[in-house]
């Protein structure tokens, strides 16, 4: 087994035209905790994820709005996926995009739902029953 501190930590860099401000943002919407601000790029947390935010003019790619289009799906997985995206939507983002609904997977239900930030990024939130490994199931029969 590898001790927790060999091993890799996933996480990623959302481009937003202005660092500081969005991190105000998440902290409000997702209670992200600042790790710290170097002014274009900052470091946060969500319940001990780590995520990054940084100005695409200083390092080099492009927010969704400059590419014309979403650059990230962000997965999120939570006890409670209702109330993570409810606190996001109450401090502002859209909740229409992928309203958070039941999906039969081979393990069973899984519930997710998702959201647009403020800065065009997609948050996919569901429980954690994706994170853990299930036993594969034949394909159904076909109907011919």
Do not use: C
Not at 130 to 144: F, I, Y
């Amino acid at each position: 087994m590898t001790a927790a501190a060999d091993r890799p930590v996933l996480s990623l860099m959302l481009a937003v035209p202005d660092a500081s401000a969005a991190a105000r943002w998440y902290a409000q919407a997702l209670g992200a905790t600042t790790l710290w601000d170097l002014g274009g790029v900052v470091g946060l947390t969500v319940g001990g994820a780590p995520f990054f935010l940084g100005e695409p003019e200083k390092n080099g790619w492009a927010t969704p709005a400059e590419a014309g289009t979403r650059t990230v799906r962000v997965e999120v997985f939570v006890d409670d996926p209702d109330a993570f995206i409810a606190r996001a939507v109450a401090a502002g983002a859209d909740g229409g995009v992928d309203r958070i609904r039941d999906h039969e997977m081979p393990w069973g239900v899984h519930r997710q739902g998702g959201f647009l930030d403020p800065f065009g990024h997609l948050w996919l939130v569901g429980d954690r029953s994706p994170l853990t490994a299930h036993e594969a199931r034949p394909p159904a029969p076909s109907a011919d």
